[in-house]
């Protein structure tokens, strides 16, 4: 369940995104306290080329809509990628 706060927020948002980025938002406003991997999103999107997301994501943390919040080995790749989950405000 989301705050109500949260909520309104969100639907301030949505008209400044564009349909990658509404998408791949909503993936974490589902689930808020999920923290994922570019390639996370990517196979939960059930999309298969990492342009499709990676650009998107790091657009949504310029517009404050998600945070690093650390980094973890890739499951698939084994380097060291970021973690991303919804901005956290204090």
Known sequence: MMH????E????ELP????RELEIAA???AEPALEMTDRMVL???DRHDMN???PRITALIDMGVLEE???MAC???GRSVRLVRLKRIA
Do not use: D, I, M, P
């Not at 109500?4 to 909520?7: D, F, I, T, V």
């Not at 400044?16 to 349909?19: S, V």
């Open 4 to 7: 109500a706060n949260s909520l």
């Open 9 to 12: 927020a969100y639907q301030q």
């Open 16 to 19: 400044k995104l564009a349909r």
């Open 27 to 29: 993936v974490f406003y």
């Open 43 to 45: 196979e939960r999107l």
């Open 52 to 54: 499709e997301v990676r």
């Open 69 to 71: 919040c650390g980094a």
């Open 75 to 77: 499951h698939r790749t």
